[in-house]
């Protein structure tokens, strides 16, 4: 999705905002915009394409002089990837410029009265009609036209503003799209995400809905859409600047599997103590967690599969029924719900709108919600009613490892923590999962000391034009997995299947030749699954399995077999997703692409 950067203060805007742009490539984007102020007028750079074509334009900022500005990467909703359709937008004098994230949902109806009134628009953008609106309520007073066009647009939006008779400030403002504010010695800065100004601060201020920043080279106020001040905390960022850099690694998504056993490790620790689950931002009561009758587990993409994971983990372990669904259905299905039900909802970002509105659902409906994210202070984890973090650090790869192998494990604790509670999970029981759950980071550092052996095959495969990933059980939600991390940066075809399906229709698309991914960690299902394994051989298929170590017999039946350490079957998504990530990894750059960037893509889907 879109990023906005912004700086004011002692040191040139320009290099500062591109640097930050840098930072935010991965959410994805199509055009690059930078506007600066530059002692009498603001100056505006925009074109289509890469960050790159900016820089060059602008010589790294170079040729853009001034100490205030603001900047964008689009992701082009309305009107296509153009120069013209690149933000910052501005009014017919260019004296008010402004960037945006978000969609204003009654743009149409404000064009329609703002060309009455003269205003020629030259995009087909939605964020055009906010300069125009600002010019139209500007009279001296930027705060109070900001504020008056902020009552009026519907929808959502994260904005940066100059006016050019207000050169020493800088505006922003907020509504379901996110924006943080940050403040060191030498300035203060908007950004749309933590890593685009992590290099010059680690205090920052996150917006809430509706509110609005006014920036100065050395103070920041904030006040409500109705201009009345309010205080706001700082928060002190813990991430240290390299984990938003590669390190040496050829992509990030590499140097993120990398940091599984890190991310794991710090997810269980903290909540592991005198060899009890303690999930102390929990803020459910005993009697309350003893209480759900049902659990509606609601996320997108590979988030929902976490969910589809912990739908056999808690149903398993805990006995409570548990509903899993994608955001995008939830939202609007009218779903059953009863007070006594808890929501969890899961989120990389914290931003997802689909999932962020499916929080406000359940609230409406009188549901307590436990969110599960990664990003501090992000939309969801501030809306959810309690919220467990990942500290999974910043996930800069489009593509998810780390931030899916971190609520694995969360979810794992609070089955367990459940299943205490509930009086589920006997002594003997709980030391045994107990054990199996601390031993997760070695074990995946020790898959992923094969990743040799994983390139090598994964060459092989380079030039597959489909691949199918089967599974029963847990096994199927990390087919689920599998096969989305494969598609979405090798843009080879892939679906996963629940094993016992096959022989229902898909398994007519197996051929000579034709790649099956066969997992099989689960031990009761392990039978089933080396039977459908020889139907697809029978048939042609050449498959890759991932079975428990031990399992020899598997040998007889795949043709090439990963094998992962003795895990409790509840757990075995956490070790066997490692070598389907490196898989999916290695057939992409295979390929030659780019594994950070996958096409269409974006990190954090701020839009329905
Ligand atoms: C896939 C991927 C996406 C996200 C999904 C939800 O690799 O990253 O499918 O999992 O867009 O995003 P979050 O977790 O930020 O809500």
């Not at 939006?157 to 050019?164: E, K, N, P, Q, V």
């Not at 590499?254 to 909540?271: A, G, M, N």
């Not at 295979?590 to 960037?597: E, K, L, M, Q, S």
Request: hydrophobic share 40%; glycine share 8%.
């Amino acid at each position: 999705m879109c990023g906005i950067v912004g700086y004011i203060g002692k040191d040139q805007a320009a290099p500062i905002i591109l640097d930050g742009l840098s930072k935010l490539e991965y959410r994805g984007y199509d055009s690059a915009g930078i506007a600066v102020f530059d002692g009498e007028h603001i100056c505006t750079q925009k074109a289509a394409g890469r960050l790159a074509v900016l820089e060059h334009m602008t010589r790294g900022g170079e040729s853009m002089k001034g100490f205030s500005g603001v900047g964008h990467t689009r992701w082009a909703t309305h009107g296509a990837p153009s120069d013209l359709n690149a933000h910052p937008h501005t009014n017919k004098k260019g004296s008010i410029v402004v960037v945006h994230n978000g969609i204003i949902e009654n743009y149409m109806a404000l064009k329609k009265k703002l060309e009455k009134r003269g205003y020629e628009f030259t995009s087909e953008t939605d964020t055009e009609v906010l300069a125009h609106l600002l010019d139209y309520y500007y009279k001296g007073n930027p705060l109070e036209a900001i504020t008056k066009v902020l009552h009026r647009v519907e929808g959502s939006y994260a904005l940066g503003i100059l006016f050019d008779d207000c050169p020493d400030q800088l505006f922003a403002a907020r509504k379901d799209s996110p924006l943080i504010v940050g403040k060191s010695e030498e300035g203060c800065f908007i950004a749309s995400d933590v890593p685009a100004i992590l290099k010059y601060t680690r205090t920052v201020f996150y917006l809430d809905n509706q509110e609005v920043a006014v920036l100065r080279k050395d103070n920041i106020e904030f006040f409500t859409v109705d201009e009345e001040p309010i205080e706001k905390q700082a928060v002190t960022i813990e991430w240290d600047a390299d984990s938003a850099e590669k390190a040496g690694y050829e992509f990030f998504m590499l140097k993120e599997i990398y940091e599984e056993p890190k991310t794991v490790t710090d997810t269980i620790s903290p909540r592991i103590k005198d060899g009890e689950i303690r999930i102390e931002e929990l803020k459910f009561t005993d009697e309350e967690l003893k209480n759900i009758q049902r659990i509606h587990i609601v996320a997108c993409g590979s988030a929902y599969h976490t969910g589809v994971t912990a739908k056999y983990v808690i149903e398993g372990l805990v006995r409570i029924p548990v509903e899993v669904e994608v955001a995008s259905e939830f939202r609007y299905r009218n779903p059953i719900m009863d007070p006594e039900d808890l929501v969890i909802v899961i989120s990389q970002s914290g931003e997802t709108a689909d999932t962020l509105e499916a929080v406000r659902e359940s609230h409406k409906r009188g549901l307590k919600v436990l969110g599960i994210v990664n990003v501090v202070g992000s939309s969801i984890a501030r809306e959810a009613d309690s919220v467990m973090y990942t500290w999974a650090g910043p996930e800069i790869s489009v593509a998810t490892t780390k931030a899916y192998s971190a609520p694995l494990v969360a979810l794992y604790l609070l089955a367990m923590k459940l299943g205490r509670v509930r009086g589920m999970i006997d002594d003997a029981l709980f030391a045994r999962l107990l054990e199996d759950i601390q031993a997760l980071p070695d074990q995946i550092e020790m898959l992923l000391g094969q990743k040799e052996k994983l390139q090598h095959f994964a060459n092989r495969y380079v030039a597959a034009k489909e691949v199918f990933f089967i599974g029963r059980g847990i096994d199927y939600a990390i087919a689920l997995e599998g096969a989305l991390k494969l598609k979405e940066i090798s843009y080879i075809h892939s679906e996963a299947y629940a094993a016992g399906e096959l022989k229902h229709g898909t398994i007519s698309l197996i051929e000579d030749g034709t790649l099956v991914v066969a997992l099989a960690t689960q031990p009761e299902l392990f039978p089933k699954t080396v039977s459908n394994i020889v139907e697809v051989k029978s048939r042609g298929a050449f498959v890759m399995a991932v079975a428990e170590r031990g399992r020899k017999e598997i040998e007889k039946v795949a043709d090439y077999v990963v094998y992962i350490p003795y895990t409790n079957s509840y757990f075995a998504n956490s070790l066997a997703i490692i070598p389907l990530q490196l898989f999916a990894y290695y057939i992409a750059v295979g390929r030659g692409y780019d594994v950070d960037h996958p096409r269409n893509l974006a990190k954090s889907v701020t839009v329905e």
